[in-house]
């Protein structure tokens, strides 16, 4: 059942980054490269290891020599010896067992980091064929096979922008200590391949393996308090220090080069690529921690690391443009400068430069000198307010650099100041020097400013109307919270229109209202480009969306946060075009946005809903529906995709997540969270780095330029059907089987998983409710802690097994090969079964689950198996990972099977223990007879603060439970 769109297609879909590959005897080349890299390192480790625990050593390599045998047989004698050997193991001893083999699991997704970044270095030189597209193939294909004009393709590269918001969700299970570690192991991987070493430096390379190694098994893997919003925000800037500020002039050098091979001129100055935001401080949406004060904190924060990285790139130019010849206009500056210094010879200016810098460059004869001498005073007076803000919390942080002369209170004159010098030197001739390190200055400064990143806020709606509420009862006018829609749009467009204050200064507020009306009021005194988009969480309707501007305007936030409604569930999906024409229907909301609009969709509640294949069909065609209605209104439409790290949240390559999206629904703009594990991932290397930008321009602007066809109403008709029939298969066993939410909790790690500390926020937004209150990433990550996967593929069987048997494999077939959007949600499918592991999952059920529910595991198993061989039938492989293209991810996950099956035998362990002590069984009953710790035992086992008030036992069991939950979570990582 062929479509009419097929050949053309196919033809384009042959050519797309999910179906590159690099060459059979590159392939051949890196597994054999994965393969060595990964002995060296578990034979460091284990080498280190013996070091310390010479007996346990011996150990640890009996139950890895028993892990791969039943990794390899699947035997069940296998995997009893197996079982035995870590039954046997003493509190102490498993502590030390399960951290080898989480070690072993972060180690080997070291050595998978830096073959990737070698592949994609080696893609660029053009030594291998790439496996995903560069922006530089992307305008050869857009020029050479598509007949894109190269001025058009010019002209929509320079009003691209890609805006990636760093999230605080909690995935990152490794401590940020331990990351730096592995970081330092992955560049020394990466000399001993990439470099002419002697054996001097080979030898004092391994050396330095060596040692990074044994510093991160010496170093304590777990959280021993729970992060603040403060330290989320901090770690989460470091990957600005690190990659992304010195990353991005390098990247954006390439993109002038990739412009000058189709015959266009370099990016202008004031092309912006690449923009960045972040939710850490700012996410109060079910985050008590998160208050006023937190986000002031982070603000200046990120202000100062900001400030701080942009001194350091002056001082270096400093250095660089000695040269006397200048331009009129720059001579007077110069003059300007210097007669300002004079004249506060007594004065704090000459004080803050004597106390902070030598004046060796205070000659008008190097004018450029002279005038990017006063530019980094200035910026150092800059930081000395924020740090006087942050030591005075009363002070209104806009108001403070704006009394201040000498402070900056935003990167407006300072560009006006390096556009001068970068205009001087091109006036005079020296073209290299501006296009050369002032070039790269002068784009960071216009990407990241004085802020960094923006700092978006997010909040759920039901907080808002609670706080609508206590105004409008206050004031006798009725209760918002009981009105219709009708009525709460009438009131608040009267509001928004009229003069008059709404808000009373003595409003009685409790706690909840009292943090939204502090946090609008907090917005107002802080520097407005440092703050991004209020995001409103479940979003419902207009109202939703007018109440919060209101609050805006009455709480003096000018200029105004925009305002973001973001769509979660199915239900909200499909009132999400009612919603947005209301808005753009309302003549004052419509002068309002000035043309431009933002919606958020929500992949990871919307998936917990709906199940992962109705929402990704809801989350398409919701796209679709506000592209529409946003032409219809002549408003031009940013959607932002709220997508988490694992395919049950929406996950998956950067690329394809962006070319699956419907046609014509990307226009030059998209924005991305980058959560958890992900930011390490995309960003924790420069390398990456690099390639995560290359990936994200050439999507957007191929998305842009050249997005695919629109797929058949057949298609569109076979895929409703098909999400209808997924859902009511995923909602008839997670929300009406009363067997299932008692299941889920025996099952699985999901009421332990706070133990982690991995996160500020609680898992639930409230504290009663139970799925449907629970936060979608303690959802997604329990069933990932036991291998099942069961949010990601749950009703897909029935969907495909619908189809299938109605006569309809052929047709499912073809939208398989020519549909971007229905190929890559199978494809993320296929590789989640090749991660899931039903053995594992029966191990758990027999061990923590009451025998009356085994019947409801029998019945998920089974369909698992059936949901398994529709997928392979519609894909026409014989088995899981079958193709050559995912031959390279068949062989990370044997790699890593022999070092996560130990860990999920020793969770299960410690999961009996724990809850038979819940349960009220004396602990007493549960220590081993011969539990006769040690001086140096009972210093291991006392880490905690079970260990160190209850007994060293409960301390010991807790510290196993929370490395195997740390160490499974990396054993799902870097494989999607």
Known sequence: MASPLAPSMSSALSALPGNLGISSYALEVNQALLKEDDDLLRQTFLSVFREHHPQLANKVDVIFALAQAWCLSESDSDFEMLEKRLEALTPDESILVSSAFSQLLNLHNVTEESITARVEKAARLGEVEAATRSTNKSLQRLVNKLGSKPEDIYAA?????????????????????????????????????????????????????????????????????????????????????????????????????????????????????????????GDRDGNPFVTPETTRDVVIGARLSATSLLTDQVEKLMYELSMWRATPELKEAARLVQAKYSAGAEGSFLETKKNTYDVVFMSINEPFRLVLSDVRARLQRTKDVLHHCLEHSSMNVTEALEADPEAYR??????????????????????????????DVLRQARTFGLFLCRLDIRQESVKHTEAMDAITSYLGLGSYKEWDEDKRMEFLINELNGKRPLLPPDLPMTPEVADVIGTFRMLSQLPSDSLGAYIISMSHTASDVLAVVLLQKECGVDPMLRVVPLFETLDDLEYAETAMRQLFSTPWYF????????????????????????????????????????D??????TLFHGRG??????????????????????????????????????????????????????????????????????????????????????RAVVREDPRFVTFFQSITPVNELGRMNIGSRPAKRRSHGSIDTLRAIPWIFAWTQVRFHLPVWLG?????????????????????????????TLDMLEMVFAKADPRVVKMYERALVDAELHGLGDQLLKKFDETERALLTVMKHSRLLSSTSTAFLQQKLQLRAPYVAPLNILQVRCLKVLRAIEAGTPVEELVPADFKPSEKALALLSRGPSGAVQQPFVGGVEDTLIISIKGISAAMQNTG
Not at 167 to 172: F, G, I, K, L
Not at 632 to 637: A, D, I
Request: include cysteine; proline fraction near 4%.
């Open 796 to 824: 897909v069987g029935e969907a495909l097994a619908k189809m299938i048997e109605a006569g309809k494999l052929e047709l499912l077939q073809d939208m398989y090969t020519n549909w971007m959007f229905f190929r890559v």
């Open 410 to 439: 935003d990167e407006t004159e300072l560009l006006a100041t390096l556009r001068l010098c970068y205009d001087s030197l091109m006036a005079t001739g020296d073209v290299h020097i501006a296009n050369s390190q002032l070039l």
């Open 157 to 281: 590269l320079c009003s691209q922008t890609v805006d990636l918001v760093f999230t605080a969700h909690p995935t990152q299970a490794t401590r940020q200590s331990m990351l730096k570690k592995y970081g330092e192991i992955r560049h020394a991987m990466d000399r001993l391949h990439n470099t002419r070493l002697s054996n001097y430096e080979r030898l004092e390379t391994l050396d330095e393996i060596r040692s990074q190694i044994q510093g991160a098994w010496r170093t304590d893997e777990i959280r021993r308090r729970k992060p603040t919003p403060q330290d989320e925000s901090r770690e989460g800037l470091t990957y600005f220090h690190e990659t992304i500020y010195s990353g991005l002039p390098v990247f954006l050098r390439r993109i002038d080069t990739a412009l000058k091979n189709i015959g266009q001129p370099p990016l202008p100055l004031d092309a912006k690529l690449f923009s960045f935001g972040a939710w850490m401080g």
């Open 632 to 637: 219809e209104y002549s408003v031009h439409l």
């Open 591 to 630: 002068e309002h946005i000035k043309g431009k609009q933002e919606c958020m969709i929500g992949y990871s509640d919307s998936g917990k809903d709906a199940g992962r294949l109705a929402a990704a069909w809801g989350l398409y065609e919701v796209q679709e529906k506000l592209t529409k209605v946003a």
């Open 645 to 730: 790290g694992t395919v049950g949240r929406g996950g998956g390559p950067a690329h394809l997540a962006v070319l699956s999206q419907p046609p014509g629904t990307i226009r030059g703009t998209i924005r991305v969270t980058v959560q958890g594990e992900v930011m390490e991932q995309q960003f924790g290397e420069k390398e990456s780095a690099f390639h995560t930008m290359d990936l994200y321009t050439s999507a957007v602007l191929e998305a842009t330029l050249a997005p695919f066809k629109e797929p058949p109403q057949l298609w569109r008709e076979t895929m409703a059907e098909m999400a209808r029939i997924s859902c009511a298969g995923y």
